[in-house]
């Protein structure tokens, strides 16, 4: 069927009015258990999905908006929730949180639960590279923006609204102070490579080492999926190679926190024998004592550049083109590079 499905359909094929389908599809009252069961039933079946836009403009405003982050364990997102709640009070709106766990079905089910509370718009912080879940939203032009990751996908490259950093630069930033302080062997534990934070941040790195002659040694790099435990298990691996690393690039502080953990419960020193290096400046990062170099992610403010785009869309309609925010990375240095390895150079010279 090339038409769009629509409510009067199954009322035909159910042999019901079209009211009725749409008490059973908005479970209310009115129509009896046995009704809305065949409803339900012929409505799956024929892979009925209603139209989101005309259901809004059914609703009017709920001055609700939707945030689906990953994890409330990561703490690099309380400072970008932060920036959306605060944005979006200022505003007149609440939000609704949600938590995937990095699960495609999980962040379906949200997205399902949050349309049915009638939200105005949803703000994504979850989405992978290539995430089935967004194109219905899109294809509908339901209100939504992406906020630190964006979808790698060609037809929808300039089409979605998004405020994320140029990760690839602040990577390259990285490694490339790691470099100048003499470091060769350079450990990369990276994020899960479907999510574009991950692998614009490994693409930053891996150009870093193209341009200065570096040699990209796969038992070097190790993917540990933004989780602490495998962060902390490939620090071990990385420490007992024949010809260990003198320092390690985190994706994340997150990953760069376990990391630190795995170096020290080796009886090891930071920076006097392996530098480390991390990525988005969460407040962990600071602390007296810890103090790792890392790269800031601006999350406050990619949160309230989130929720004012969005509300714009609501408010005012999708613009023809979309609104995409690309921030600067700012590298920040503390003590934990502070190690030059015996005999490095003093001026590294980049490869032309």
């Known amino acids: 069927m090339n038409k769009k499905l629509t409510i009067k359909d199954i009322a035909r094929v159910a042999k019901v009015s079209p009211t009725a389908v749409s008490l059973a599809l908005n479970n209310r009252p009115r129509i009896s258990p046995e009704t809305r069961e065949r409803i339900l ?3 799956k079946e024929l892979k009925y999905r209603p139209n989101i836009a005309a259901r809004s403009l059914v609703n009017k405003k709920s001055q609700t908006i939707g945030l689906v982050i990953t994890s409330i364990m990561n703490p690099f997102y309380p400072e970008l929730a932060k920036g959306i709640e605060d944005k979006a009070f200022e505003a007149g709106y609440n939000i609704i949180f949600c938590s995937t766990n990095e699960d495609l079905k999980l962040e379906k089910y949200h997205i399902e639960n949050l349309l049915s509370k009638g939200v105005d ?20 032009r339901f209100p939504f923006i992406l906020v630190n990751r964006r979808i790698h996908d060609p037809s929808l490259d300039k089409k979605i609204d998004y405020v994320v950093l140029d990760n690839a ?23 899960p490579l479907n999510t574009s934070t991950a692998a614009e941040r490994t693409d ?5 080492f193209k341009e200065y002659g570096l040699r990209w040694d796969p038992a070097l790099f190790r993917v540990c999926n933004y989780s602490k435990e495998l962060a902390y298990r490939a620090t071990q691996k990385l420490l007992s190679l024949r010809n260990p690393p003198t320092a390690i690039f985190c994706e994340n ?11 020290l419960d080796a009886g090891l020193r930071i920076p006097g024998n392996l530098a480390l290096m991390g990525f988005d400046d969460i407040a962990e990062t600071a602390l007296k004592g810890v ?38 990375p700012e590298l920040i240095i503390r003590k934990s590079c502070g190690y030059r390895p015996r005999g490095a150079v003093s001026s590294p010279r980049r490869r032309s």
């Not at 718009?121 to 509908?140: A, H, M, Q």
């Not at 502080?253 to 170096?263: E, G, K, T, V, W």
């Open 41 to 43: 039933r012929i409505s």
């Open 121 to 140: 718009g949803i703000i994504f912080s979850s989405v992978k590279t290539r995430d089935p879940n967004i194109y219905p939203l899109f294809e509908e």
């Open 169 to 191: 630069s602040g990577a390259y930033q990285a490694v490339e102070h790691l470099y100048k302080l003499g470091h060769r062997r350079i450990g990369i534990l990276a994020g």
């Open 204 to 208: 930053g790195a891996k150009r870093l």
């Open 253 to 263: 502080d997150y990953m760069a926190l376990a990391a630190r953990d795995a170096i």
């Open 291 to 328: 103090e790792i170099t890392t790269v800031s992610q601006k999350k406050y403010e990619m949160g309230t550049l989130a929720v004012k785009v969005l509300i714009d869309k609501i408010e005012k309609g999708s613009p023809r083109m979309a609104s995409q925010i690309i921030l600067e």
